[in-house]
T-cell receptor
Framework: KAGVTQTPRYLIKTRGQQVTLSCSPI?????VSWYQQTPGQGLQFLFE???????NKGNFPGRFSGRQFSNSRSEMNVSTLELGDSALYLC???????????????FGSGTQLSVL | QQQVKQSPQSLIVQKGGISIINCAYE??????FPWYQQFPGKGPALLIA?????SEKKEGRFTISFNKSAKQFSLHIMDSQPGDSATYFC????????FGTGTRLQVFP
């Protein structure tokens, strides 16, 4: 079974631009969660999508948005990029979604975004 | 209240030694406490998890100790090996996983 696939692996953008990151979950998984990872801050929860609906959201500004398609693939968009948005963005899929009993998240290898 | 505090930030252990990483939380609604292991260039992967009705869980060389009254839990790695060198994250969950800031473990031969 293929794992969680994130594309692209690396991205370099300049301030003010926007960016779209893609995540393909494990086949059969209906939940996709996004996390931002920075040194010293750990993993910060962005949002979770389940069956095309946003089920939960973290404390990030509205510049961060996402969506999920009918095939469970998800995209995350960041508009008006700032230097502080430079981070590793991780996508995780799960079968029943966060909060389900003993639910396990399967992470992709992430997209490393650098904002210059 | 949603934070999970993790220490130490980094840890150096000799091969065969015991590695101990500690986490503390405030939110008593958390009901699931997993540990994730992350190697460079990879995403985190679930290592071991515990629920608050159990005080200890052991899987091979990895043990979680849980103290509900103190709102603390820890990961013990027995007989640490160079292959255990990675970043370890504790986490706590109700409807979403809240992660600690991570501990970089280096095991030297």
């Amino acid at each position: 079974k293929a794992g969680v696939t994130q594309t692209p692996r690396y991205l370099i953008k300049t301030r003010g631009q926007q960016v779209t990151l893609s995540c393909s979950p494990i086949s059969g998984h209906r939940s996709v969660s996004w996390y931002q990872q920075t040194p010293g801050q750990g993993l910060q929860f962005l949002f979770e999508y389940f069956s095309e609906t946003q089920r939960n959201k973290g404390n990030f500004p509205g510049r961060f948005s996402g969506r999920q398609f009918s095939n469970s693939r998800s995209e995350m968009n960041v508009s008006t990029l700032e230097l502080g948005d430079s981070a590793l963005y991780l996508c995780a899929s799960s079968l029943l979604g966060q909060g389900a009993y003993n639910e396990k998240l399967f992470f992709g290898s992430g997209t490393q975004l650098s904002v210059l | 209240q949603q934070q999970v505090k993790q220490s130490p930030q980094s840890l150096i252990v000799q091969k065969g030694g015991i590695s101990i990483i500690n986490c503390a939380y405030e939110n008593t609604a958390f009901d699931y406490f997993p540990w994730y292991q992350q190697f460079p260039g990879k995403g985190p992967a679930l290592l071991i998890a515990i629920r608050p009705d159990v005080s200890e869980k052991k899987e091979g060389r990895f043990t979680i100790s849980f103290n509900k009254s103190a709102k603390q839990f820890s990961l013990h790695i027995m007989d640490s090996q160079p292959g255990d060198s990675a970043t370890y994250f504790c986490a706590a969950s109700t409807d979403k996983l809240i992660f600690g800031t991570g501990t970089r473990l280096q095991v030297f031969p």
